[in-house]
């Protein structure tokens, strides 16, 4: 199993920036791929990007050139550094660990920006 802590999420101005940060602990070492999901109130969870234990990176169109995920494998931790912040990224981000079959999620950090 895998635990994932998030963290980072906050209220910024539109056109801030903003970092988040995922903590993964437990089985680590069995994690295929990490990625960053939103959801905002009444829509659907969607991709934001994922990154590959090799380091290889998928960004959901809307986000590519603003938004860039990385992984520094000693600390265990996934970041997301956003850029150029608008009001409809708005939404709880959530940390996610693939291994194997299995996915496995964080609580969840808010991002508010406000326009």
């Known amino acids: 199993q895998v635990q994932l802590v998030e963290s980072g999420g906050g209220l910024v101005q539109a056109g801030g920036s903003l970092r988040l940060s995922c903590v993964a602990s437990?089985?680590?070492?069995?994690?295929?791929?990490m990625g960053w999901y939103r959801q905002a109130p009444g829509k659907q969870r969607e991709l934001v990007a994922r990154?590959?234990?090799?380091?290889?990176?998928s960004y959901a169109e809307s986000m590519t050139g603003r938004f860039t995920i990385s992984r520094d494998n000693a600390k265990n931790t996934v970041y997301l550094q956003m850029n150029s912040l608008k009001p409809e990224d708005t939404a709880t981000y959530y940390c996610?660990?693939?291994?194997?079959?299995?996915?496995?999620w964080g609580q969840g950090t808010q991002v508010t920006v406000s326009s």
């Open positions: 437990g089985s680590v070492f069995k994690i295929a791929a």
């Open positions: 990154i590959t234990n090799s380091g290889g990176t």
């Open positions: 996610q660990a693939l291994l194997g079959p299995y996915d496995y």
